[in-house]
């Protein structure tokens, strides 16, 4: 069975609830696959880094500025009352997508670097003393080390990072190990956006929760590929970004447990999470909103929501399959070019292949790419540890999304091909 075999048996297999995707009929909901870069049809594969919208998206949020816009939970008029609906709604819907109890659980936040950041100031400073442990991985991105660092720094907590091994799979035993007396949080990822290796959660979950350890998870990339029930795998905080996910940029989510939500302390200051104000104190107002301070992105959210419907109704496990297939495409491909080394071969991995051409350095190569109307990453993927561990500066990063079909995996290797040429790799 070759690999492209194995993604049609995964495209075709019944356990499948929604039918699979008409990516022709994606694609044209996409405008921007219609541009061309260098008069040449755009190829993108970069959504790792941040997705295209598509045309629901970009409605809802002209529609929202247009029709509805107003600033929310202040005014008494009508158009402030249309704009607080719809941004409490937006709430609404992405509790649902992760499966949450409640609305109240679902943080809005710039990005998922300010939720994991909330997370570090808040739950950190809170529950957290000298030589209290947390645990990472190796294959986190900046966003799930920095704020930690920054904890380390202001109250003496002790990093412990997991490592994985040389095909990228995290090594739960040496998690196990990690975990003892003084361990108080793990702080993971649910997919490397470098690897695309995926994190056995619901494992990852029971062994912290068995030693009264909770998890919060760097959802960023996961979300995107497979979605997440929060309640199934019992997380404590998901955080993740809404620019990933065909949604605008400037949101972000942090879904937080009421129960551990309830007992944190605000994370900035301002106006919208208050209670009362004195200049003797001030008294804060219940989760989700205590975590909000001043005016939030208010039509982001709405894009979100957008978004979220719009991935739901094409069904996260068709758009899964989708990319699996594609992943199998182009690993097939590019193995068999001999001289192309891909880094990251964890089983079940999301549709993300880092890799090196020969001896030829990763700009040159997306250099060439570029040329060519095909849009990748390079450099270190704001992943500077795990480039250490791989042994590398950096790689080239094609990352694959609903709208991308095979034509794309096929300019993708024929500009390798050139790239070799010109470069004489
Ligand atoms: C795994 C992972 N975590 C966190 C982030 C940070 O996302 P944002 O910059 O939207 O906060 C990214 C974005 O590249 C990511 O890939």
């Known amino acids: 069975m070759t690999m492209l075999d194995v993604a049609a048996d995964v495209i075709q297999t019944p356990a499948q609830t ?46 929202a500025y247009e029709t ?86 202001e ?9 994985i091994d040389d095909d990228g799979v995290l090594r739960l035993e040496a998690l ?21 290796t995926v994190t056995p959660l619901k494992e990852i979950v029971a062994l912290a929760h068995g030693h009264g350890v909770p998890v919060v998870v760097d959802g960023s990339q996961g979300i995107v590929h497979a979605g997440v029930d929060v309640r199934d795998l019992d997380v404590d905080f998901y955080a993740f970004t809404g620019h990933k996910l065909y949604g605008p940029s400037g949101i972000g989510v942090l879904y937080g447990k ?7 302390p605000p994370y900035q200051g301002g106006g919208e999470m208050i209670d009362h104000v004195s200049f003797a104190e001030t008294t804060f107002k219940a989760p989700p909103h205590r975590f909000e301070a001043g005016t939030p992105p208010i039509v982001q959210a709405i894009g979100l929501a957008a978004a979220v419907r719009y991935v739901s109704a094409l069904g996260m496990e068709a758009i899964r399959a989708h990319e699996q297939a594609l992943l199998a495409q182009a690993t097939e491909a590019l193995a068999g ?16 292949i880092s890799f090196l051409v020969g001896s030829l350095h990763p700009y040159d190569v997306a250099a060439v790419l570029d040329r060519a109307g095909i849009a990748v990453r390079v450099g270190q993927h704001c992943a500077e540890p795990l480039m250490g561990r791989l042994g590398v500066d950096g790689t080239v990063r094609a990352s694959f999304a609903l709208y991308n079909d095979g034509t794309d995996v096929e300019a993708l290797v024929e500009g390798i091909h050139k790239a070799k040429r010109m470069l004489g790799g």
């Open 18 to 63: 929604s039918a699979p995707l008409d990516v022709a009929k994606v694609r044209a909901e996409f405008p921007i696959l219609k541009e061309t870069v260098y008069g040449r049809p755009l190829v993108y594969l970069d959504s790792a880094a941040s997705a295209q919208k598509p045309r629901t998206v970009i409605e809802a949020v002209s529609r």
């Open 337 to 352: 070019m001999g001289d192309v080394r891909i880094f990251g071969r964890a089983p079940g991995k999301a549709a993300i």
């Open 176 to 196: 196990a190990d990690l975990i003892g007396p003084r361990t108080r949080l793990v702080a993971i990822t649910h997919c490397s956006n470098v690897l695309g």
């Open 68 to 153: 509805s816009y107003s600033n929310v939970h202040r005014g008494a008029h009508r158009l402030s009352q249309l704009a607080t609906d719809a941004f409490e709604d937006a709430r609404e819907t992405v509790a649902r997508f992760v499966n949450a109890e409640s609305a109240d659980e679902i943080v809005f936040t710039r990005n998922a670097t300010e939720a994991l950041n909330l997370v570090a100031a808040s739950y950190g400073r809170t529950f957290l003393t000298r030589g209290d442990e947390i645990v990472l991985t190796e294959m986190e991105h900046h966003a799930n080390i920095v704020p930690w660092q920054l904890l380390r720094d």
């Open 155 to 163: 109250i003496g907590v002790v990093l412990r990072v997991v490592p």
């Open 258 to 264: 009421r129960a551990w939500l309830e007992r944190m």
